[in-house]
């Protein structure tokens, strides 16, 4: 039995969604003392192996084809799923990305093994393993049991740190052989996924500025893209700014939108409701600027300050610039 770590790329690197769940392969790996091995599934993947050398790992498998040059889900699905067969990995886990929702249902159809989504946490007691995930909303947190045998898991982004991946000596890397013809690639792979054209992948972001019901009115949202463009953030926002079509739905997070792990939150004007919340609290430092001095946020941020974030936030984007 064994635990395999599925690794994406993201711009020629390891997507941090990865490393995140590098960071709980390991977790759980040490838990149930199961070896903890690296899959890469691509044409040329020596770049992305290199990048793991540094890593505590048992192998680093890598599953190479032309077909998987780019990504289509008919080639990622039976690429993996042969390397499940041929491995027999008692746990398959991966990053909860877009690429992962597309392809793992496919991996879990053609195998017969569940596929365990968008977890946060889990539990491991006598050697069994208890999944931990929200529901309804994140009003409700379910705890997931498997039912024995092979299963394939994916963690929710900040369920696990990637600053907590253990390093260690270089591991072997091993060549797994797959089997792909062309006729079986039905789906001409496009542009990596964006909910909108123009739209950014917050979950990658590591410094994010994000706006709620308390900059006022659309005429103010300068106010905050202006303090994103002065620290170099991305704009995001809760869920009554997108709802009054302030921005566009691309920009929001929460349990209705994106789940973000920046190294910087700056939250202008955001109370802090719980469907907020779920989407950034693995935030590494959360500032918030709001005049409501009750803001439930406020319990959650590093840094607070209670006043107008309009007369706040222009004179720090000055001095920021300065």
Request: negative net charge.
């Given at each position: 039995?064994?635990?395999?770590?599925?690794?994406?790329?993201?711009?020629?690197?390891?997507?941090?969604?990865?490393?995140?769940?590098?960071?709980?392969?390991?977790?759980?790996?040490?838990?149930?003392?199961?070896?903890?091995?690296?899959?890469?599934?691509?044409?040329?993947?020596?770049?992305?192996?290199?990048?793991?050398?540094?890593?505590?790992?048992?192998?680093?498998?890598?599953?190479?084809?032309?077909?998987?040059?780019?990504?289509?889900?008919?080639?990622?699905?039976?690429?993996?799923?042969?390397?499940?067969?041929?491995?027999?990995?008692?746990?398959?886990?991966?990053?909860?990305?877009?690429?992962?929702?597309?392809?793992?249902?496919?991996?879990?159809?053609?195998?017969?093994?569940?596929?365990?989504?968008?977890?946060?946490?889990?539990?491991?007691?006598?050697g069994s393993l208890t999944l931990i995930k929200q529901i309804f909303a994140a009003k409700l947190v379910a705890?997931?049991?498997?039912a024995g045998g092979r299963c394939i898991i994916s963690f929710q982004s900040a369920a696990f740190q990637e600053?907590?991946?253990?390093?260690?000596?270089?591991?072997?890397?091993?060549?797994?052989?797959?089997?792909?013809?062309?006729?079986?690639?039905?789906?001409?792979?496009?542009?990596?996924?964006?909910?909108?054209?123009?739209?950014?992948?917050?979950?990658?972001?590591?410094?994010?500025?994000?706006?709620?019901?308390?900059?006022?009115?659309?005429?103010?949202?300068?106010?905050?893209?202006?303090?994103?463009?002065?620290i170099g953030a991305e704009l995001a926002s809760s869920r009554p700014v997108v709802d009054a079509g302030w921005?566009?739905?691309?920009?929001?997070?929460?349990?209705?939108?994106?789940?973000?792990?920046?190294?910087?939150?700056?939250?202008?004007?955001?109370?802090?409701?719980?469907?907020?919340?779920?989407?950034?609290?693995?935030?590494?430092?959360?500032?918030?600027?709001?005049?409501?001095?009750?803001?439930?946020?406020?319990?959650?941020?590093?840094?607070?300050?209670?006043?107008?974030?309009?007369?706040?936030?222009?004179?720090?984007?000055?001095?920021?610039?300065?």
């Amino acid at each position: 039995m064994s635990i395999l770590v599925v690794i994406e790329q993201s711009n020629g690197g390891v997507h941090r969604m990865s490393r995140e769940a590098l960071a709980a392969g390991q977790a759980l790996g040490r838990d149930l003392d199961l070896p903890v091995s690296a899959l890469l599934l691509g044409d040329d993947t020596s770049c992305l192996s290199h990048s793991l050398e540094s890593i505590q790992l048992d192998e680093i498998l890598q599953a190479e084809h032309p077909l998987l040059r780019n990504y289509s889900s008919d080639g990622f699905s039976q690429a993996l799923a042969q390397v499940i067969e041929s491995e027999s990995p008692q746990y398959v886990i991966a990053g909860h990305t877009y690429m992962v929702r597309d392809f793992f249902p496919r991996v879990s159809a053609k195998l017969n093994v569940p596929f365990l989504a968008d977890n946060i946490a889990y539990r491991a007691d006598g050697g069994s393993l208890t999944l931990i995930k929200q529901i309804f909303a994140a009003k409700l947190v379910a705890d997931v049991v498997p039912a024995g045998g092979r299963c394939i898991i994916s963690f929710q982004s900040a369920a696990f740190q990637e600053e907590d991946v253990v390093s260690g000596p270089g591991a072997t890397v091993r060549e797994v052989a797959i089997s792909l013809e062309e006729s079986a690639i039905r789906a001409d792979s496009e542009e990596p996924f964006q909910e909108a054209a123009g739209a950014v992948d917050l979950s990658s972001a590591e410094v994010i500025v994000s706006v709620g019901r308390g900059i006022g009115k659309e005429e103010n949202l300068p106010v905050a893209k202006e303090l994103a463009e002065a620290i170099g953030a991305e704009l995001a926002s809760s869920r009554p700014v997108v709802d009054a079509g302030w921005l566009e739905a691309y920009h929001q997070i929460g349990s209705s939108g994106q789940t973000v792990a920046p190294k910087l939150y700056f939250a202008l004007g955001i109370s802090g409701a719980i469907q907020h919340v779920v989407g950034m609290k693995g935030s590494k430092n959360i500032i918030l600027i709001n005049k409501d001095s009750e803001a439930p946020l406020f319990e959650l941020a590093d840094y607070g300050v209670v006043g107008d974030l309009l007369e706040i936030v222009p004179k720090l984007t000055d001095a920021l610039r300065a």
